[in-house]
């Protein structure tokens, strides 16, 4: 633990960001998340709609300033950095974004979008400049007839494509993908999925990877955090977290997904009602509300993060009993057997 | 069983602007009472198209049936007049949108829209209606108390489970689905599916489920159809197509999903475009996309093979082949 500390790439300590809401108090949309990311690692980061996983992405990017607790880049505090820094920092940290209608400027081409990171750090011009950028094309695999179109004569998948290109321009070592595949049909999906694995590859990349889909994260990261209303609930290894879920809403949330499979009925938890507002949030435990296991006490007293085994975090003081609970689970036991 | 709605030989042309779109051609299906049918396929297939002609609800002047027939219960509907078509549209079929937000009323509460349906297929009175749709409501999970609220106040799961209510107001004999849950999360989209699970069971209604998500069709129906390019390419039980697939277009398409179990393989992706309805490709739709393109494939449309009573597709290249994918 301390070690994976130094040796982080990015890491933040005790995160905070609330919204105001004027007369209604504070919106808690991310609330005290300590995590690490480590080189050439994939985070991924899944939960409904609303449980603040793109803030936790924009807070990283410094789109957002944090209300309170601390983001580190290479042991480095950049929580409130200057303008030169700031700048500096874009180089290194990218973002791509889930829409990729919104997210390129209609207005230009897709040559000047992606020669723009090269001229807003004055890296390259001229001839050079097209080449670099002729360059940066063929490696995400965009044919050269594309550069002189417009965002809107591209298909959604090109689209992302050329999203993916421009975060990849500087040569980053770390970018935020918020969703990046959710807009896309399947079998375009499949190919950025792919792309996004080749590239890390090649350039050692770190990701933060933001999706409510389970089976694209299982199949991206090497650790994946699951989040609740602005908090953790558990963060394990992509293998534990899969076939050893300890929290009760990653379990629900497992649970929920419709699978390809016959022959074997299985129990599906179904979570009554909606995510509840995270607005002035009261103390207890934040999924208490819903869940299929809580207990008088659960909803009185705050859950943290423990370790509770090795590199697998849990925020749910009845863990051992979910885990016995579910042990039977036809879905938990589909998972273990394929595995081995 | 009785066939309750067949749909024979369909083209359905989109025109406008001198442009002319081949949505769907000469497509065949028939679904059976008590049965669930999966339609599946990626954006522009023809899915909803599908859906749309069946409602009689394409886009006047812009969507037409060019050929073919649809019949329920051995009526056609594309010869009924607009009048009768109303007493079936709701009554006896009724669909349910994608998104709830642009197919619900804003400005009528979701009691009042709810105990229209109910007025006008059922012939109540306002009191009786009003009665009825709390009921209906109870049933999808709302409680009555939230008769007098707006759509917008609903969150997105909620609304559509209005959206659901009121398309299972009068019992339909069919009922449509049209990615119910795309806008929902894996919560709420699993408490909608249950609800549509205990709904066909106890109303023993038809469902026609369509969606390009492959493990809502394993969990919800019996039998599923594979479209592209407006063609449906592969149908049959689910267990039998999603174990031997057999039109290359499905094998890819299960190959191209991320799995939940297993080990984590490199994704195949299936290479190009889907195909546009502006310019559809000569033989079959699939062959430029196609790893196991053959001259014939560019020649020819393929016929629909049975390969056994429970699945049937459209290919050339899958007659022969032993379980290989």
Known sequence: MENNKKNALLRT????????????GYLHAVDNISLEIMPNETLGLVGESGCGKSTVGNTLMRLLKPTNGKIFYKGEDITNPSKKKKLELTKKMQMVFQDPYSSLNPRKTIRSILSEPFLINKAASGIELEEKVNALAKRVGLEEYVLGQFPHELDGGKRQMVGIARALAMNPEFIVC????????????????????DMQKEMKLSYLFISHDLSVVRHISDRVAVMYLGQIVEIAKTDTIFSNTLHPYSVALLSAVPKIQFGQEEERIVLTGDVPSPMNPKPGCRFAPRCWMACEECKNKDQHLAEVEDGHYVACMRWREVREKTAGQAWKKGIEVEHE | MDELLKISNLSVEYRSGGKVAKA????????????????VGESGAGKTTTALSVMGLLPENIGMITEGDITYNGESLIQMKEKQKNNIRGKKISMVFANPLSSLNPVFTIGHQITMVLRKHKNLSEKDAKKEAAEILKLVGIPDYRMGDYPHQFSGGMRQR?????????????????????ALDVTIQAQILELMKDLQKNLNSSLLMITHNLGIIAELCQTVAVMYGGEVVEYGSVQEVFEHPSHWYTIGLLNAVPKLAGERQRLISIPGNVANAQMLPEGCKFHPRCSRCIEKCKAKRPDMICLNEKHYVQCWEAGGRNGEQ
């Not at chain 1, 300590?13 to 209604?24: A, P, Q």
């Not at chain 1, 807009?183 to 694995?197: E, F, G, R």
């Not at chain 2, 209005?162 to 849950?181: K, R, Y």
């Open chain 2, 24 to 39: 769907v051609n000469n497509l065949n299906l028939t679904i059976k009472k008590g049965q669930a049918m999966g339609l």
């Open chain 2, 162 to 182: 209005v959206g659901i209510a009121a398309a299972l107001a009068c019992s339909p004999e069919l009922l449509i689905a049209d990615e119910p849950t795309t």
């Open chain 1, 13 to 24: 300590e005790n995160l905070k960001e609330y919204f105001k809401i004027s007369g209604k």
């Open chain 1, 178 to 197: 918020d969703e990046p595949v959710s807009a896309l049909d399947v079998s375009v999906q499949a190919t950025i999925i792919n792309l996004l694995i």
